[in-house]
């Protein structure tokens, strides 16, 4: 457990990254506003999400029914994650790298849920009128790190 204090760190600091930022995004910007922080690409837009990862299922109604749907798959998938983050060595830095991010995004994002009942996304990436899905520092761990075990699928098949 010793070796894996690092990995530990990484997932506390990105975890306490995401709430520190979606707590000053609240604070700080009304609900549905942009700031514009680059202008023609990037604003800080406050927005509710009830529904996954950027946003997915956000408007597909359900209600209740959908918060435990993706509360409970969210819950199973860390699982799933924190199952792997204890079962692999220590020495797979890109393995241990990628699923500390992953439960950092999934911690986020369930502390979100639990606590307001949606997730506060507020990164707005835009060229033009053509928008990326809104999303948080989460969102941004998890996505990193899938796209690091992805990495550790390649290294390994060559």
């Known amino acids: 457990m010793k070796k894996k204090f690092p990995y530990l760190l990484l ?27 680059i202008p ?19 408007h597909s109604g359900g209600g209740q029914t959908k918060f435990i749907i993706i509360t409970v798959g969210s819950l199973v998938a860390l699982a799933f994650v924190s199952y792997y983050f204890f079962a692999t060595a220590a020495a797979d830095r890109l393995t241990m790298a990628g ?13 979100d849920r639990f606590l307001k009942g949606s997730v506060t996304d507020f990164l707005d990436f835009y060229i033009k009128t053509w928008h990326w899905p809104f999303f948080n520092v989460a969102d941004s761990c998890i996505t990193i790190g899938a796209c690091l075990l992805l990495l550790t699928l390649v290294i390994r098949r060559k």
Do not use: H, W
């Not at 699923?99 to 502390?111: D, K, R, V, Y």
């Open 99 to 111: 699923l500390s991010l992953i439960m950092a995004g999934a911690l986020g994002n369930l502390a």
């Open 11 to 37: 997932i506390a600091g990105c975890l306490v990254l995401d709430q520190v930022t979606k707590i000053l995004v609240d604070a700080k910007v009304r609900y549905l506003e942009s700031v514009t922080v």
């Open 40 to 58: 023609g690409f990037f604003n800080l837009t406050p927005i509710k999400n009830r529904g996954a990862i950027f946003g997915f299922f956000d």
